[in-house]
Structures are given as C-alpha cells and as structure tokens.
C-alpha cells in the first residue's frame, strides 16, 4: 500500500557509507556523497493529496539545497499526517554542531 509515485530514478550510483568502530567515540563513519543519487533527491514542492505520513533524514532536512523545501513540507503536514524524523547529525555531512542542532530544533 506504499505509494512510490514519488521515487526518482537517477543514473549516478548509490551514496556509499562505511563504517568503522575505531572511531575516537564510537565508530567513525565515512560518507561518499558527491556525484552520487544523493544529489538528485529532490523532494517534492508540495505534499500530494492523501498524505498520511512523512518520513524525514537529517541530511535532507538540514543540508542545502533541500533544507528549506523539507522543513516547508514537515509544516504542511502537521495536523494532516503523521511525522518521522531520524536526527542523525553526521559531522562533515551537515554544517556545523550548532547550526545543525538549530535546524532540528525547528
């Protein structure tokens, strides 16, 4: 019952994320982002009719160019439909702590 009318396909590989627990707290991730699908992911300028839930990620939420546009959707479906957020702060992905941290509060 997922609606995919939403999904884009997009000729460039997929983003790439390696993980290693050597990390100086944790594990350390490594991100491959540029010139991947990551770029094409656009989100859409307003939410389709019969909307019942948003799922979000912090990278697309908080990161340029598509912050502005995700958090207008997160808006427009309060009160509509049901919201997820995944607040996953990833230093070297978004801008810095505190900014991030602003932009999540919003």
Known sequence: GVDCALLRDSEKPMPLALVSPEGAHGPAFTLYLVG???EDAQPPDAL???VTHL???S?????PPTGGRVLA???EAK???SISFDPNVRPG???PREEAVALIER
């Open 36 to 38: 991947t699908a990551h």
């Open 48 to 50: 389709p009719d019969g």
């Open 55 to 57: 799922h979000v990620s």
């Open 59 to 63: 990278f697309h939420a908080c990161a």
């Open 73 to 75: 959707l997160m808006r």
């Open 79 to 81: 009160g509509r439909a």
């Open 93 to 95: 992905v978004l801008q």
